[in-house]
């Protein structure tokens, strides 16, 4: 059996002593300039390129300091089939590298459709001779409103692999509440997807309590994050809008369990674009917001290097 | 000004005088032994090879039959970077086919990110010199999940170029009501994106009185299909669900109007997989099927071509 998803996360986190993890959301126009002179201007190729050149040196300078990554695959989609090949190239240097990787693609549709994109993730698309992962990643965000069967095969595909999935609960964008905090049978909606979250989760725990569903849940709606931490104590969060998006790591606290597991922090442009395009040491500014980010976190988030 | 999606999508349906539209959902098992001998087995690239053959085939065949096509982007994405390219090739041929196409990817993220899906879609991803869509299509399908903010940026890049996009309501999936029908403040949640996307819709209607925000509602669930029609008039829906799903033609007729308007009807397996593998006159069989549930419907749906 592979281990657990859960299991490596904690394990991961515990060996880097944060819970960070890096987003990688390439943008040209935040793109060093070194990088985009190297790369012909005008065509999507040249885009993608320079995408991967940059998330490529990106993980280079953050491997050594945290456990976990996110490309982003809109980004990477943007720029065609050349990009989802520089997508594909960043996944597996992310794992060469050690590193842990969630895919943000926030997939879904009817079973027969989320298998396709389930198993092109973690089992691998079956044809014929071999099975290997598409884009490989030890993770990926998924969006509930289809319900439970369209979930399934995702958890399908990812527990035979150790694998894991965030599904999104509450989001940080502004308008996140328009339905997700719709009152439902005296509820609201969110936290109806909360609790079928940890039911999913509960199926199948790791040794260290936390299950293999783990929940998006914005940093930017801190009460929210709170109660949630409460309500669903086996479920890892994957906790986006800390920095560029407005939440603070004192807002990010409340993600986690007082033993300092529970939650990893995303941090996208906040780390990825800690410079001026004309910077010619841009990697040192990188190194530098994320170790920043890392002591900003630990002021606030139990140390995970506590942890037995 | 470009000409309004539904006002395209309405004259395109009354010129073939049906409102079927025709999912392109490859799978390998179900395609022909024929295509497959040819594209060598065993690789990921040899399976987008056969994609791409097999769609585009199925182009030619349906292009005279109907006005709509939708392929579904799960089953190229499990293709990796070739399965991509096959999908922009199957997107551009149909194009240039006269036909309307809707890519099935069901996307949303917060909204900077959804800018990137969406004009890679609509708009065009920007790369300095030109900006082209990268994923050329006429509308594609959305996720409600995350709330109009997250939404805006797909209807900002669809209206640029008069395109459209369809918004999940009511999926067709067994479990969809886990979810969709909470009843949130005395109605279910699907109701309340139903009117959320009544609204945005009605933001920018055509000379038909159809907005460009349609809405995805499953076949295999009539009485909301009805009840949805009435509640949303000026709303163009999607309606997957009919033929393989479950779905039959008298189903769906609660989807349209009385003039004929409001809907287009998805059969994918129903038609691209109306054969076995062996069959050589594979072409014939799919054509077969086409025209039988052009037919079918038209026995329980008004028809479109008597719409002025």
Redesign the interface.
Known sequence: MPQHFADRLLAACRARGNALCVGL?PR?EQLPEEIRARHA????E??AGAYEEFCLRVLEVVAPLVAVVKP?S??F??????G??AL?AVLRRARERGLITIL?S??????S??E??A??VFAG??????RDP??PADAMTI????????VEPFLTSARKVGAGVFV?VR??????????D????GKP?YR??AE?VAAWSAENPGTSGFGDVGAVVGATHPAELAQLRELTPGVVFLV?GYGA?GGSAADVAAAFRSDGAGAIVNSSRGIIAAFKPAESRWEQAVERATRSAIADLAQYVPLTSRLS
């Open positions: 959301d040209w201007l005008g065509t999507l040249a885009m982003q809109a980004f989609e943007a720029c065609g089939p050349a989802l090949a594909q943000d926030k997939r879904n549709d009817i079973a459709t989320a396709a994109y198993d092109a698309t079956f044809c014929d001779a071999k598409v884009w969006n509930p409103y289809l319900g439970r069967d369209a999104l989001t940080s964008n502004k308008g996140a509440g328009q339905f997700q719709l009152v439902c049978t909606l109806h997807v079928a986006p998006q």
